[in-house]
């Protein structure tokens, strides 16, 4: 595992000290944006998360080795690349063991996490239940990571080109709590409310590490989803969107678009049918979830918790 798992210096400094970490994915860089938008969003992300008081720790597979923690250059040349998988917890091994490079979804990065002790983690949206699941079995391992690995995941609730109730429910079955900031409506990604209510709300930093600290107290194994809406001046009308989703699935279904290619698919078909704008919405809701997730890492690193109950 140590030749395997390899951490920056700063970020083993930081956890070894206690001091907060936020864990940050890498599908945005290698399959979520286009060159240089990809690049320039992973600097900036880092960058908020250090304004807010955390070190981010970039994760990805390169040449083999599961890395947390990556350097400008590194992120740069990850965002050039054109041929990089997309990794979840079935392609790890395959992947250390070919000497692969890939991004990692939100499986993936919360396996890292764990293994590296970091506890928060911020993404753009989970993956989730796929529309028309009921005759696809498409279901994203996001939802099963979250249901058995201790990491918090900061976002703007699942991307909307999924079936939201559906991924609400599987959520449930998966015994993963599921806290609204602010709100006590499931976000929609590119817009700020769904329709679907939750049953936990909390509107600070602070109220959320407590809930990770009693998780760890009462040694529940699963993940904790932290669901923070998009920024108001930056929501997109959900009917307009649900038109434009609309549109992006029955192409992918024409040209025979399935499994893990499904969702770049649509997300760079929404580019276009937006005219830039959900391009703009990602970059604003990953860029609040990144705040949220240090503010919440502050929260936990401060907070004094007794080993046992």
């Known amino acids: 595992m140590q030749s395997d798992l390899v951490v920056s210096s700063e970020v083993a400094g930081q956890l070894a000290a206690g001091r907060p970490v936020v864990a940050l994915e890498s599908t945005i860089i290698t399959h979520g944006m286009p060159f240089p938008a990809n690049r320039d969003t992973a600097l900036a992300v880092e960058a908020v998360v250090r304004e807010a008081g955390a070190v981010p720790a970039t994760l990805a597979v390169i040449d083999g080795r599961l890395r947390v923690g990556l350097s400008a250059s590194e992120i740069d040349d990850l965002g050039r690349r ?42 753009g949206g989970i993956g989730g239940v796929h529309r028309g699941a009921e005759l696809t079995w498409d279901v994203s391992a996001d939802l099963m990571e979250l249901g058995r690995t201790p990491v ?14 559906k991924t609400l429910e599987v959520l ?34 602070e109220e959320i590490a407590a809930v990770i600290a009693a998780q760890r107290r009462l040694g529940l194994k699963t993940g904790i989803l932290v669901a923070n809406p998009i920024p108001a001046d930056a929501s997109l009308p959900a009917a307009v969107m649900a038109e434009r989703i609309a549109t992006a699935l029955a192409e992918a279904e024409a040209a025979g678009i399935t499994g893990k290619a499904v969702t770049p698919f649509l997300l760079s078909r929404l580019v276009s049918l937006t005219e ?3 391009l703009t919405a990602n970059i604003a809701l990953i860029r609040a979830n990144a705040r949220l997730a240090a503010e919440i890492a502050v929260a936990l690193a401060t907070r004094m918790v007794a080993p046992t109950i």
């Not at 490079?101 to 990065?109: E, I, N, P, W």
């Not at 918090?152 to 109730?165: E, F, M, Q, R």
């Not at 602010?182 to 769904?194: K, V």
């Open 82 to 123: 054109t041929s990089v998988a997309k990794a979840s917890r079935r392609d790890l091994a395959l992947l250390v063991a070919t000497g692969g490079t890939a991004g990692t979804t939100v499986a993936a990065t919360m396996i890292l996490a764990a293994m590296a002790g970091i506890e928060v983690f911020a993404t």
């Open 152 to 165: 918090t995941v900061v976002s703007a609730g699942a991307k909307s080109i999924l079936d939201l109730p």
């Open 172 to 205: 449930e079955t998966q015994g993963v709590p599921v806290i609204g900031v602010g709100t006590a409506e499931f976000p929609a990604f590119f817009s700020r409310d769904s329709g679907l209510a939750l049953d936990h709300r909390l509107d600070r930093a």
């Open 276 to 278: 830039g704008a959900s």
